[in-house]
């Protein structure tokens, strides 16, 4: 698994695949019998944080450490119900902006089967305003 970090145990994290400067990352979860409402079917939150976390991934992949991709609209199609087990989250950059950028992904099964897709407008914010702006807001 990736660096141990509580968010990614949360959702589920089972490996980062790949992240590609092009502007690429694919992911890989676990669907989590507790991320399920009823029918056994995980709530769409669990499936639209998985396919922001690629698209997210994929920014910093393209532009680098130093930058917090933040989503700024997210809009999330559902094509089947999402059961326990894995699941794979890719995304990719559509097009690429100074401070946005817009990508796209999309969720699926082992055997290619799309769950969801998905299309982010994402504002590539600079790390150590982010970081100063919240320690502000935080009081640390």
């Known amino acids: ?27 890989e979860y676990e669907a989590k019998r507790e991320q399920c409402h009823s029918g056994g079917v995980v709530q769409g939150g669990f499936i639209s944080g998985w396919i922001d976390a690629a698209m997210a991934h994929a920014a910093i992949a393209k532009n680098g ?3 917090v991709p933040m989503t700024l ?11 326990p087990g894995l699941v794979i989250a890719e995304a990719w950059v559509e097009r690429h902006g100074k401070r946005t950028s817009f990508y796209e992904g999309h969720l699926k099964q082992a055997d290619e089967t799309v769950l969801a897709k998905a299309t982010s407008t994402i504002l590539l914010a600079d790390m ?13």
């Open 65 to 67: 450490p130093g930058i």
């Open 1 to 27: 698994m990736a660096e141990a970090h509580s968010l990614y145990e949360t959702m589920g994290l089972v490996r980062i695949v790949e992240t590609d400067p092009e502007g690429r990352a694919t992911l």
């Open 73 to 83: 609209e997210l809009k999330v199609s559902f094509f089947a119900p999402t059961r």
């Open 128 to 140: 150590t305003r982010v970081v100063a702006a919240s320690k502000k807001a935080t009081g640390g």
